[in-house]
Structure formats: C-alpha cells, structure tokens
C-alpha cells in the first residue's frame, strides 16, 4: 500500500437532477476540512479540492499520482465566480462564457492571487470552467470556494466516467464519491487559451471547435500535437488516457481491415478486442473477438460518450491489444480522435511520451 492509500472511501448515491442537500452539505463539509470527494459532472467526474487550499490541492496530487507539474481546472458555482478565480477576465473570455457555461469549456486566464500555486502548478495561469451538472453545482455553491477537479482517474489513465471507474483507479486514495450515474457527455471539456481577438483550442473536448467558430463568427485555431511542446500547454501530455492494454489505433483503415489485423493477431494467440461502431459489429462479435459498439459511426456525441467507457470494459475483460477504427474528425470528432492518439501513444513511455518538458 503506498502513503496515498488507507482511506475509507465512502460513495454515496445522490440524484443527477436534485441532489439531497443533507448529502451536498456533508460532501461540502470535507471539502471545506480540505479533503478529496469526487463528483459527477456533465463530461467526466472530477476529483475536487478546495482551491483555495494548498494542502488540500496537494493531496490531489498525491491520491491521483499525478504530475506536480500539471495543472488543474478551477469550478465554480455562478459565471460571477470568475472574478474570484482570475485576475483578468477580457470581454473575450465574458463572451464566450455567456455562452457556454454552464458547461463543457475550460478558460485559460491569468491566475488571481487567492488560488493555491499548486492548482496551476507553478504558472501565471489558472484555467477555469462552470459545469452544468445539477450535483457539481449544487457542491461547489455549497461549499462556498472554488474548486480545483482534475479528471478522478489515476494519472495517465482513462478519465472515469462512472463512480465505479472512479473507486477502481482511487478507492482507499480519496474521502468520498458522489454517485450521480454516468457522465453525459463522457468526454473532458474543451480547454481554450485567448490572446488579443484568438482564441486557440489547447485540448478539444465536449464544446466543438466548430460550435466556438459558430459563436464568434471567425476561425480558431487548434494547437498542433508538434506546437504542443510549447509552454502554453502543460499536461498535454502525449502519452494520455492510455488503457492497460495495448492500443493500436488504425484512423483512415476501413472496419473490416482493422478487424481482419485483430483476427491475425488472435491467430497468433494475442487476446484482442476492438474498438468499432455498431455498424461494423455483426459478424465480427460471431467471431467470438471482444467488441466494444461505441455507437453509430455518424453520431460522434455517442461516440465520444462510450469511448473511455468502452476502453475501460476491454481491460476488465482481460485484453492484450485493442484495436481501434478512426471516426470522421468534425464535431466530436476532433476530441476522440485526440484521446485515440494519447492512448495509442503507451508504446513510447521509453521516449517519456511527453509532448512538453514542463
Ligand atoms: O471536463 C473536464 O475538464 C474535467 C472535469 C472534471 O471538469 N476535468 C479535467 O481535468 O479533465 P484534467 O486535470 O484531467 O485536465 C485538465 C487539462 C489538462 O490538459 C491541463 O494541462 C489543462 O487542462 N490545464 C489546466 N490548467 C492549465 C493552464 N493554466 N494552462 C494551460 N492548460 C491548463
Ligand atoms: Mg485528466
């Protein structure tokens, strides 16, 4: 058992549309005595601490064995919150929170002096977003400070989108989960950096680039994975959301070859499963391989909501190799086919598999 382990963890059932405030309050009540809970929001659950706090910052590090030098997103109750969290907050950035929060995208702004360093490890910087959960809400309003909540998944590990995924990767790290059901949209939120009239997706996520382009009526850029060694984006870690087995991601190749290279390998005694959509499924599961439906090939907000789902049910299941077909890459798209990449990128961990040195 290593230091971060010994803790009782305790999960609690709440309901996703109204939480019992007697619940909230004792979930509120560790947060504010500086503990971890986690909790449900609309894309993943987050593993909470009083932002506030170093201590309690730190101990996230510590439960999740994360990275000190990744930083974490800030959550807040009411969009008016972002003052308390950030320095400067430029019209661009009360646009673009108008529109979207409550809801799936993350600011980078200057970081205000009330927020613990350690929530953005070391940097000016603070990133900060609004979820829309009813029981996310609900906690941070309760607990009356902001937030700071990475994804509650072990570090470099699939992000958790149940309360069971979250107790696999932590049970015994943290003080508690609230137990809302799956997470919506299953995917993390869009992480955004602003500079002057830009703004430049960092990581793609559960708020499209093509719905910011919509909103501010001009194009946004998307930090290339070779630009993202740059310093803006720390914890863009190449090597990411990465199953235990091994993820061999085959974007461009059509189903029935991804299958017919998973069906070689099976020959040569390895157990694989595969990644496919519904409409490549039949046939293939007869065959008796492991194949996770992550939903119609055209509907990338379904997609997107089972991926790490789905990867986490192919580990369970006991998989050496996972092979993956690509998925258009509008909408959704851009976020899935960017997890695929990291996960599929475990092979390079002699490289360090980082994309930035921090
Ligand atoms: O949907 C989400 O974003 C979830 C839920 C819980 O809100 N949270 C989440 O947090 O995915 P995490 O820690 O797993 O990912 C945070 C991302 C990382 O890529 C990190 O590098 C980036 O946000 N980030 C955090 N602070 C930053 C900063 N100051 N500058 C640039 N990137 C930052
Ligand atoms: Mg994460």
Redesign the pocket.
């Known amino acids: 058992m290593s230091d971060a382990e010994g803790l009782q963890t305790r999960v609690v059932p709440v309901d996703s549309m109204s939480p019992d405030p007697a619940v909230i309050a004792e979930a509120a009540a560790l947060l504010q005595a500086g503990r971890l809970v986690a909790f449900p929001?609309e894309?993943?659950?987050?593993l909470g601490a009083n932002a506030l706090d170093p201590a309690a910052v730190r101990r996230i590090f510590v439960a999740k064995d994360r990275d000190p030098d990744?930083?974490?997103?800030v959550?807040i109750a009411r969009a008016s919150d972002v003052e308390m969290v950030a320095a400067d907050v430029p019209a661009l950035a009360r646009e673009l929170a108008e529109r979207f929060w409550p809801g799936?995208l993350?600011l980078?702004l200057p970081r205000g002096e009330r927020i613990a360093p350690e929530v953005?490890a070391g940097?000016r910087?603070?990133?900060v977003?609004m979820?829309s959960h009813p029981v996310a809400r609900a906690l941070i309003e309760a607990a009356g400070v902001p937030i700071a909540?990475?994804?509650?998944n072990r570090f470099m590990r699939t992000?958790a989108t149940t309360a069971a995924h979250v107790l696999d990767d932590l049970a015994g790290r943290i003080d508690m989960v609230l137990d809302a059901g799956p997470a919506t949209a299953g995917i993390?939120?869009t992480?955004v950096?602003l500079e002057g009239d830009r703004v430049t997706i960092?990581?793609p996520?559960?708020v499209t680039r093509e719905m910011l382009e919509e909103a501010l009526g001009r194009p946004v850029d998307v930090r290339g994975r070779e630009a993202a060694a740059g310093p803006?984006?720390?914890?863009?870690l190449e090597r990411h959301y990465a199953p235990r087995a091994r993820l061999v991601y085959l974007p461009g190749v059509m189903a029935p070859d991804v299958a017919a290279q998973a069906r070689e390998s099976a020959a040569a005694g390895v157990r694989v499963g595969l990644l496919l959509a519904d409409e490549d499924a039949p046939g293939i599961e007869e065959e008796g391989l492991a194949v996770e439906r992550l939903g119609p090939a055209n509907d990338l907000e379904r997609v997107a909501a089972r991926l790490f789902a789905a990867l986490r049910a192919l580990d369970a299941a006991g998989v050496e190799v996972i092979y993956a077909r690509g998925f258009a890459r509008t909408g959704a798209g851009l976020a899935i086919d960017d997890r695929l990449r990291r996960a599929s990128a475990a092979g390079r961990e002699g490289g360090t598999g980082r994309a930035e040195s921090g």
């Open positions: 929001t894309t993943v659950y987050g990744d930083p974490l997103i959550h799936g993350t980078v953005s940097r910087t603070v990133a977003r979820p909540a990475p994804s509650a992000s993390e939120s992480v950096e960092l990581r996520g559960a803006a984006s720390p914890g863009m």
